[in-house]
Every structure is written in structure tokens, then in C-alpha cells.
């Protein structure tokens, strides 16, 4: 069982990253209340480096319990550790590096050149076999089911790096999958695939500025998986689309309407 989307829509990416650093806060508190635990997925870019940001400036934020934050990687560059490529090092640089997030408990995807070396397939089923791990006692499927996964999106409409009608949209082989030759540099990357992203109970899709107004019009105006993989990420429960105005820019007004000024 899956959502159908919903849309919010900020005046500029300033505010969408407060929303959404905000609504974070809450869904953490509501998950640690329900389950003990909060799991938390995440993607990089932009926007999401604004958003670590204004959660890191947030007096709310006291209000997680960071030691019970399980965090986790929808993707990341397959490059060897300390590499400015890897997805998860602005994240450490700009929230968990300090207290009270440095507490939470991270699953960062392997580099290469690690534990795995340079065997990408065995990087991928290594930690798929680490989310099973931890998972927790009311998780269905083979990850946990994580309560937020804040996805990025890209002006191709590619997520996580499921990329526009590359091998990746195809394999649901595992919920954890090698990806090479990826459009984008670096070529070889870790992912989940859509398996393992929509066993999330909430998608929250953030986009912002007018490079991905394509992509946003596109996955929520019907276009399928293989074309816009945006568009086939789908919670559980929820999917939420959280974008800024000029994101929000090519939406059709059956869609949205922009307020009038």
C-alpha cells in the first residue's frame, strides 16, 4: 500500500528549509513517543544542506532525543572515506558534528576502498544486511521502515540515484542495489531502490528553484518510475511534496495555484 502526494509550497527556499527543519522536529518526537527509536533517511544537495542547517540553529530540536535517531543514506557515491564526494560529509560537517545531534546513531553506506574494498555489489548487500539489523520490533518488509526520508529530487528527476531509465529504476532485486554508470559523476554509487525508499512509512520530497520545476511538474502531473523516478517514491502513509515557489513554478493550476500578490 502506498500515498498519493501532497503538496506544500513555500515563498522561497529560506522558509521551505525552516518548514520542513520544523515538521522534522515533530515527526521525530511523534516517532520516539510511538516506537522508541526515530528512523531517519537521508539524501544530499542543496536544499538539504539549508534544511541541516536551520536544524542545527533550532532551539526545537532540544526537544528529539538524539541518542534514540537511528539515521540512514538513500545513497552515496561509492568513493573512498573522507572523499569531499561522499554524501554524507556536509551532513557531518554541518549537524552531527556538534551536540545534541552528534549523539544519533548513524549508518553511513560503505566507501570504497573499506571494509568491502572495491567490490561495489558486496557494498550493497553489506548494508542492506545492516539495515535488517536495525530494524525494530514493529518494522514489516526487509529495512526498517523509516519514519521520514527527506528526498532530494534532481532537474532530471532522478532521486536517490535512481536516474531517468537507467538499469536502477528496473531492479527490485534487493532493497539495497549497486548502481554503475550513472549519468553523473562519480559513476559508481550505492542506492536503495525503490523496494527499499518506499518502505519508508513517510516520503518527504524537497525541491527548490526553477531547475526543478521540470522534474516537479513532471512527477506529480502522472509521469511514471522509469521516465521520473521521483515520481515512484511513495510512502506508506504519507508523500509529502515540500517545495519553494519557483520549484512550484510549471505546476499546472489544476494542480496549484499561486496566490495572488
Known amino acids: 500500500m502506498t500515498s498519493s502526494p501532497e503538496l506544500v509550497v513555500q515563498s522561497s527556499a529560506d522558509r521551505l528549509a525552516e518548514d520542513v527543519a520544523a515538521r522534522l522536529v515533530v515527526a521525530l518526537v511523534q516517532a520516539q513517543q510511538r516506537r522508541g527509536r526515530a528512523a531517519l533517511a537521508l539524501t544530499a544537495g542543496a536544499i538539504m544542506e539549508l534544511i541541516w542547517g536551520r536544524l542545527a540553529a533550532s532551539s526545537a530540536a532540544d526537544t528529539v532525543d538524539w541518542s534514540a535517531v537511528d539515521v540512514f543514506w538513500g545513497d552515496e557515491r561509492f568513493v573512498p572515506a573522507g572523499s569531499a564526494d561522499r554524501n554524507d560529509a556536509p551532513a557531518e560537517r554541518i549537524l552531527f558534528a556538534s551536540s545534541p545531534f552528534s549523539a544519533a546513531r548513524r549508518f553511513s553506506m560503505p566507501a570504497s576502498g573499506g571494509e568491502y ?43 536517490c540515484s535512481l536516474f531517468p531509465e537507467h538499469p536502477g529504476v528496473y531492479d527490485d532485486s534487493a532493497s539495497v542495489i549497486p548502481v554503475r554508470n550513472a549519468p553523473k559523476r562519480p559513476p559508481l554509487r550505492i542506492s536503495l531502490s525503490f523496494d527499499g525508499l518506499n518502505s519508508a512509512n513517510e516520503i518527504w520530497v524537497v525541491a527548490s528553484g526553477t531547475g526543478k520545476a521540470n522534474a516537479v511538474a513532471l512527477a506529480l502531473g502522472g509521469a511514471g518510475r522509469v521516465q521520473v523516478p521521483s515520481a515512484g517514491a511513495r510512502g506508506r502513509h504519507r508523500t509529502l511534496w515540500l517545495v519553494d515557489a519557483e520549484a512550484a513554478s510549471k505546476l499546472p493550476h489544476s494542480i496549484y495555484r499561486p496566490p495572488v500578490s
Open 117 to 159: 574494498g572495491d567490490n561495489l555489489d558486496a557494498a550493497a548487500a553489506g548494508y542492506a544486511e545492516k539495515l535488517g539489523e536495525a530494524m525494530r520490533p514493529d518494522d514489516v518488509g526487509d529495512v526498517p521502515n523509516f519514519d521520514v526520508v527527506l528526498l532530494g529530487v534532481g532537474p532530471d528527476g532522478h532521486c
